[in-house]
């Protein structure tokens, strides 16, 4: 299933940039986003609930239980920050993806239904050396 860009979600994504540092529950982040005027479209509770399963699938969001209170909290995984590499299947060199080519490949990768690896990523090619 795709997923779908929802101006919510690109305002839930900007909540949880602004506070990288802190991990909230669901409940935390409707209140908090809601007492904040200056976000466009605040999420329900249970949308935020929604988005927030999603994008812990596409690995968007990290999920955790807070030893405190035993509830789960997300935050930000920090999914830009996972390197895409291309390997060449002749001379083994490495390349790296620059970002916003990166990006594109994680957004497809989710698009299909997977799920973006923790580490990083890293798929076979010919380099350009080599196919001349
Ligand atoms: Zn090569």
């Not at 479209?41 to 969001?61: D, H, I, K």
């Amino acid at each position: 299933m795709a997923t779908y860009k929802t101006v919510k979600r690109e305002c839930l994504i900007d909540f949880l940039k602004s506070h990288s540092k802190y991990s909230f529950t669901v409940r935390e982040i409707a209140a908090e986003m809601s007492s904040d005027n200056t976000i466009k479209s605040v999420p329900s509770e249970s949308t935020v609930y929604r988005l927030m399963r999603e994008m812990e699938r596409e690995g968007t969001v990290r999920r955790y239980i807070d030893p405190k209170n035993r509830e789960y909290v997300y935050c930000l995984a920090g999914n830009d920050d996972i390197p895409v590499n291309m390997r060449c299947k002749v001379c083994g060199n490495v390349y790296t993806v620059d970002g916003e080519t990166s990006r594109r490949i994680k957004e497809e990768i989710v698009s299909c239904g997977a799920a973006v690896p923790a580490d990083s990523i890293e798929f076979l090619v010919k380099c350009k050396n080599c196919s001349e």
